[in-house]
């Protein structure tokens, strides 16, 4: 495929991509042509969501011929969705969708009101009788309540797997997982938090998770309101969520998902959450990433502890085509 | 205020903004500083939401330190909110927002599942029997579901008017007003569509609105299903869309306001629109828009004709400032 962009006065335009070895470093260089519009032709990379994004004299810049742009904290960035099996969940689904909505919970123990995200599935509103079951999906330290719709294509993954029979029709709560936010992209929120930087508060987050956040969804939402129709799920900093959650509430979830995660358990931690019953627990790290370590040692305690899991180990490193293939792959186990 | 960019290899770095009298062609120059952090001190504008974006070498550059950023179509902007009383109620509600979620309704009319913009007011989910009326509010040409919820800030102008008690709790409805786009920034979208362009579907979309996203509305929201319940507005297509919808269905909506609109109506049409009657009609033009002598035109029919109405004049021309101001005034008139 051939990348194109016009810039009349440029000394030096290359191209940036994810799917190069080095993400963060490696570039190509692109030509000037006719019309000072410059270009280069690369071998489409393997079926995966990219992003990537020119570089003119040193300078990042997006693509202004592509609408489609996801946003990963900070950083903007042009898409790239290669189709075959690895991404034929990730566009849209072909009739049904879930609706994402993003209500706001008053929480008392962060001393605000914050926003979250929830996809709730195709036919919710068309059967108000109905119940469903609940995934709390966490995002990483970075990102924010709307990662994992945008990066993680949450809602075309639930859309796919649910119209084609292969997972059960759920709610998924997206949480802001930084307590001194109250949603991302936002103006002028009120600043009078608690401290949560406070040792005595560093759970404080995960407490209004399952304090708050779950009662208001099992108050405002049809959901069934049992641990065996409550998943949690995490990547990096809210696979440490996961972990601490479990521990902390070890009755509350019986669906447990740690991802490339940054926390830890001890076997006496493992032991109490396999008294409370589990269901599922899918542990899944890449085997390159920084974490991975980590997550074996995490394995092993599961094992010691006979807790009956899943560690489910894949290439590559901390990296959101992992997670998409995490969510693709456990959401199919949830609630059966 | 400043504002600097680190560009090591520039030759030319300039700073565009929609504050500038000429917003699509007026550059100011900025200088190299230390660390080659390009910098230029401007007077802050007059209250108000501002885009604007750097000029590397002739390529647009959007502001890697803020993470405020509005789509207008398919160009991605960095904002700059100035506070003041003009843009009091565009920043986040103090402590009471709404909700807005995106759910899809069939579109037998247009062929295909399309998504929309729906806006609830605070307490919608903790009222469970409350109901609600509903504004219908469209976007015009290059615009999609996403553009008043964006650049039009209807969810913070809504908070902030409710929770001040200007304006009654409603559900703002913000369809797709393309009838060959079934929503904004998706990919894989199946292509059975109905032939939109053919002279005998010209009204497809608003056909579409009418019957089938006003149903659809009443039927899964909690809405009061009466005219003097439902009130219809939109800026320019979508202010075409708001007549042709007022005169191709005069006993559905009881508040009309078309917004810098492209569209007009016959003396008949506006007769019979005032024998189905109409509460508020609640015309909005800048004195400078392209569009302005269409909306004197429609004052003078609606004048003629005795329908009694605002002619909303403001300053400036065809810009969301003043399609912020309208929604900020009109729907304070609304429902009352």
Same mark, same amino acid.
């Given at each position: 495929?051939?990348?194109?962009?016009?810039?009349?006065?440029?000394?030096?335009?290359?191209?940036?991509?994810?799917?190069?070895?080095?993400?963060?470093?490696?570039?190509?260089?692109?030509?000037?042509?006719?019309?000072?519009?410059?270009?280069?032709?690369?071998?489409?990379?393997?079926?995966?969501?990219?992003?990537? %994004?020119?570089?003119?004299?040193?300078?990042?810049? %997006?693509?202004?011929?592509?609408?489609?742009?996801?946003?990963?904290?900070?950083?903007?960035?042009?898409?790239?969705?290669?189709?075959?099996?690895?991404?034929?969940?990730?566009?849209?689904?072909?009739?049904?969708?879930?609706?994402?909505?993003?209500?706001?919970?008053?929480?008392?123990?962060?001393?605000?009101?914050?926003?979250?995200?929830?996809?709730?599935?195709?036919?919710?509103?068309?059967?108000?009788?109905?119940?469903?079951?609940?995934?709390?999906?966490?995002?990483?330290?970075?990102?924010?309540?709307?990662?994992?719709?945008?990066?993680?294509?949450?809602?075309?993954?639930?859309?796919?797997?649910?119209?084609?029979?292969?997972?059960?029709?759920?709610?998924?709560?997206?949480? %802001?997982?930084?307590?001194?936010?109250?949603?991302?992209?936002?103006?002028?929120?009120?600043? +009078?938090?608690?401290?949560?930087?406070?040792?005595?508060?560093?759970?404080?987050?995960?407490?209004?998770?399952?304090?708050?956040?779950?009662?208001?969804?099992?108050?405002?939402?049809?959901?069934?309101?049992?641990?065996?129709?409550?998943?949690?799920?995490?990547?990096?900093?809210?696979?440490?969520?996961?972990?601490?959650?479990?521990?902390?509430? =070890?009755?509350?979830? @019986?669906?447990?998902?740690?991802?490339?995660?940054?926390?830890?358990?001890? =076997?006496?931690?493992?032991?109490?959450?396999?008294?409370?019953?589990? +269901?599922?627990?899918?542990?899944?790290?890449?085997?390159?990433?920084?974490?991975?370590?980590?997550?074996?040692?995490?394995? +092993?305690?599961?094992?010691?502890?006979?807790? @009956?899991?899943?560690?489910?180990?894949?290439?590559?490193?901390?990296?959101?085509?992992?997670?998409?293939?995490?969510?693709?792959?456990?959401?199919?186990?949830?609630?059966?």
């Amino acid at each position: 495929m051939t990348f194109r962009l016009k810039a009349d006065y440029a000394t030096v335009v290359k191209l940036s991509g994810s799917w190069m070895p080095n993400p963060y470093g490696d570039t190509i260089d692109m030509t000037r042509g006719e019309n000072n519009v410059w270009s280069v032709k690369i071998a489409l990379p393997s079926p995966e969501i990219y992003t990537y %994004n020119f570089v003119v004299d040193g300078v990042a810049v %997006n693509d202004p011929q592509n609408v489609l742009v996801q946003r990963d904290g900070t950083r903007y960035l042009p898409m790239l969705l290669v189709p075959g099996e690895r991404t034929e969940n990730y566009g849209e689904a072909v009739s049904r969708h879930g609706t994402v909505s993003h209500p706001w919970y008053d929480s008392k123990i962060l001393g605000m009101s914050r926003r979250l995200t929830v996809y709730t599935p195709y036919g919710y509103e068309a059967s108000p009788k109905k119940k469903y079951p609940v995934l709390y999906l966490l995002h990483g330290a970075g990102g924010d309540e709307e990662a994992w719709i945008s990066m993680g294509r949450t809602a075309q993954i639930l859309d796919n797997l649910i119209e084609k029979g292969l997972a059960e029709p759920m709610i998924v709560v997206m949480p %802001n997982g930084n307590p001194g936010q109250a949603a991302a992209r936002t103006l002028n929120i009120p600043e +009078k938090q608690m401290n949560w930087r406070a040792p005595e508060n560093q759970n404080a987050y995960v407490r209004s998770l399952c304090e708050e956040i779950v009662p208001f969804i099992e108050k405002n939402f049809r959901a069934i309101a049992k641990p065996e129709a409550r998943a949690i799920a995490g990547l990096s900093m809210g696979g440490g969520h996961t972990i601490t959650a479990s521990i902390l509430y =070890p009755q509350l979830f @019986d669906y447990i998902c740690p991802l490339s995660a940054a926390g830890s358990a001890t =076997p006496e931690q493992i032991a109490a959450l396999k008294k409370a019953g589990v +269901k599922l627990y899918f542990l899944a790290c890449g085997d390159t990433d920084f974490l991975f370590e980590g997550s074996q040692a995490l394995d +092993k305690t599961l094992t010691e502890q006979g807790l @009956d899991h899943i560690f489910f180990v894949s290439d590559g490193g901390h990296v959101w085509s992992n997670w998409r293939l995490y969510l693709n792959t456990f959401a199919q186990k949830l609630f059966k």
